[in-house]
């Protein structure tokens, strides 16, 4: 079965860290996607990567960067954390070059700024 | 531009009536439309999908969505609900057109089905 995994679904950090967040998927699939979600708002799509070391911005990339130096790994960095970061980060990934197939999500990791 | 319109923040619906979910979309080629359900402190779990073909379209769990090219609309429905259905559901549209990655999803409505 599909499976992607967060490595933390809750996280507690401090105004001004800085925060990893890890996604691993085991679909061998190249698209890799990072969204917060947030109440009444949806999904906004912050950054996604179509291959390993590619990536390109979506559409609130500010105050964050990714890493991706694994097909199977994708990873969310919040350079120096603010409280409005604070929200709930979804990973996703889906098959190359197929627009018709659907995203598969992990289960989310809730993130909390202090 | 893309973009997705749930109407309703809510649906209330008694355990064993229909629901239905709305959605309309905007998009400028060929939309591929999508229905993800959330349950509690879970990511999304694709339900259906429509990229071309018949306009009613099956999915899991007893869902199904008719797609109406004439008034842009991608309703969820099901014939009788299940307390269990009680979630949060989005739509969502990629453009087909350009086969692009950028998916827009729409804010998502939560539905109660009551006992």
């Known amino acids: 079965d599909v499976k992607v995994t967060q490595s933390s679904r809750y996280l507690v950090k401090r105004t001004g860290e800085k925060v990893f967040l890890e996604c691993v998927q085991d679909?061998?699939?190249?698209?890799m996607f990072w969204y917060r979600q947030d109440p009444g708002l949806g999904l906004r799509l912050i950054y996604f990567?179509?291959?390993?070391?590619?990536?390109e911005k979506g559409d609130i990339p500010e105050g964050y960067s990714v890493s991706r130096e694994k097909k199977e790994r994708f990873s969310l960095i919040l350079e120096s954390a603010s409280t409005n970061q604070t929200s709930m980060y979804l990973c996703?990934?889906?098959?190359?070059?197929?627009?018709?197939?659907?995203?598969?999500f992990g289960d989310g990791t809730r993130l909390s700024i202090l | 531009a893309q973009s997705v319109a749930q109407p309703e923040d809510q649906v209330n619906v008694a355990e064993g009536n229909p629901l239905t979910v709305k959605c309309t979309y905007s998009?400028?080629?060929?939309?591929?439309l999508f229905w993800y359900v959330q349950y509690p402190n879970r990511g999304l779990q694709f339900l259906l999908k429509?990229?071309?073909?018949?306009?009613l379209v099956k999915g899991s769990y007893g869902f199904e969505a008719e797609f109406n090219k004439s008034q842009t609309s991608f309703h969820l429905k099901k014939p009788s609900a299940l307390v269990s259905d009680s979630a949060l559901y989005f739509c969502?549209?990629?453009?087909?057109?350009?086969?692009?990655?950028?998916?827009?999803f729409g804010a998502g409505t939560r539905l109660f089905v009551k006992a």
């Open positions: 679909m061998d699939h190249e698209n």
């Open positions: 969502a549209v990629r453009d087909g057109r350009t086969g692009g990655f950028k998916t827009i």
């Open positions: 990567s179509y291959d390993v070391k590619m990536k």
């Open positions: 998009v400028s080629g060929n939309p591929y």
């Open positions: 429509y990229i071309t073909g018949d306009n």
């Open positions: 996703a990934s889906s098959s190359p070059d197929r627009a018709s197939q659907p995203q598969h």
